[in-house]
């Protein structure tokens, strides 16, 4: 029986978890799962689970190592410091565990999103203008300069996951209505100098941020699969219409993310963002890159609607094993409520 550990990770992981057991040959797998939340739902779908510690870096991969030789774990799929069990993955296969992830590198290149755009930029991809700023003054100048070519100028962490931090700034009065409704992601501009002016008063170093105008085209989810070389096997790209989603081809999008993966040798699974957007000198609306993931994206489930399990292939990759051509088919439609499909 295959041994899969999941260290903390999201609660859609549990339908990848599924799709696990669906594997097309029937092979029997054991899923481990460790979170510090007790009722993480990804912990129910698991066939054993325990409490994960609080632990810095350095100490959970050492934690990790004595984990997985006592659970006899085949296989870790990690999601909380992965680069640093990556640096590890010598002593993770002396005790006969196998990692699911991009090497060190290349998951420290594309999580700082500042070295991640000038990568892209240097392999000729298409980046959206940005700038990085540290304090009030330079968050005005940003916001001025691309208030000219956008209706929205947005701004985020040069670091982190998800959506965290994420912003779009705005000089309008707040009415009554931005309280009566949804919770926005809109921000008053002055009220984040003012933030900033507090911080370096205070001497709180400021996590930099990146400002940029918001793309308002359509956005375009890839998940890849690939070889432990970085050599993609499978590109299923995730759309949206309204409140549909839609597996779709997306070629300009495909291309990104096939190119960023094998030039950056991501190895097994990643998920690559774009958008469209016309830019000053764009003739057309074009994709350019929002950002790359070097880890199972949320909606990862949902490539089941193509016909392919990905999740099973970057297994069998991971574990050395020959994987046969994927062949995807693209075009189904489901609802954001839609249950996982059962894969044929």
């Not at 990804?42 to 689970?49: I, K, N, S, T």
């Not at 070295?115 to 990085?132: K, Q, T």
């Not at 998920?271 to 950002?291: I, K, M, S």
Request: one cysteine or more; proline letters at 7%.
């Amino acid at each position: 029986m295959l041994r899969i550990w999941f260290n903390r990770t999201y609660a859609t992981n549990s339908h990848v978890i599924a799709m696990l057991r669906a594997n097309p040959g029937g092979r029997a797998v054991h899923v481990i799962g460790t979170h510090p939340d007790p009722d993480s739902p990804v912990l129910a779908a698991c066939d054993q689970w325990a409490i994960e510690p609080e632990l810095a870096a350095g100490e959970y991969v050492g934690w990790a190592l004595q984990f997985a030789r006592e659970h006899g774990v085949d296989l870790l799929i990690p999601r909380l410091h992965m680069a640093e069990l990556a640096e590890a993955r010598a002593e993770f296969a002396a005790a006969g565990t196998r990692l699911l992830c991009a090497d060190a590198p290349a998951v420290r290149l594309f999580a700082d999103k500042v070295a991640a755009y000038r990568a892209a930029a240097g392999d000729g991809l298409p980046v959206p203008p940005y700038r990085v700023v540290r304090d009030s003054a330079g968050l005005r100048a940003a916001h001025a300069e691309f208030a000219k070519i956008a209706d929205w100028v947005c701004m985020k962490p040069t670091s982190g996951v998800g959506g965290n931090g994420y912003r779009r700034l705005t000089t309008a009065p707040p009415s009554l209505a931005d309280f009566a409704g949804e919770v926005s992601s809109r921000v008053q501009l002055e009220d984040v100098c003012r933030a900033l002016d507090t911080a370096e008063a205070d001497a709180n170093p400021c996590h930099e941020l990146m400002v940029m105008p918001y793309l308002d085209g359509p956005e375009i989810s890839v998940d890849v699969a690939a070889t432990a070389e970085g050599e993609p096997l499978a590109a299923i790209g995730r759309g949206r219409s309204r409140r549909r989603r839609l597996i779709v081809d997306d070629v300009p999008a495909r291309e990104i993310a096939q190119q960023l993966t094998r030039t950056h040798r991501v190895s097994y699974l990643s998920n690559t963002q774009v958008r469209y957007w016309q830019g000053p000198d764009d003739p057309a609306p074009r994709a350019y890159l929002l950002e790359l993931n070097t880890r199972i994206s949320g909606g990862l489930f949902q490539t089941a609607l193509a016909g392919v399990n990905l999740p099973w292939a970057a297994v069998r990759l991971a574990l050395g094993e020959d994987v046969e051509p994927l062949r995807p088919r693209f075009g189904a439609g489901f609802t954001t409520v839609a249950a996982l499909v059962a894969l044929p």
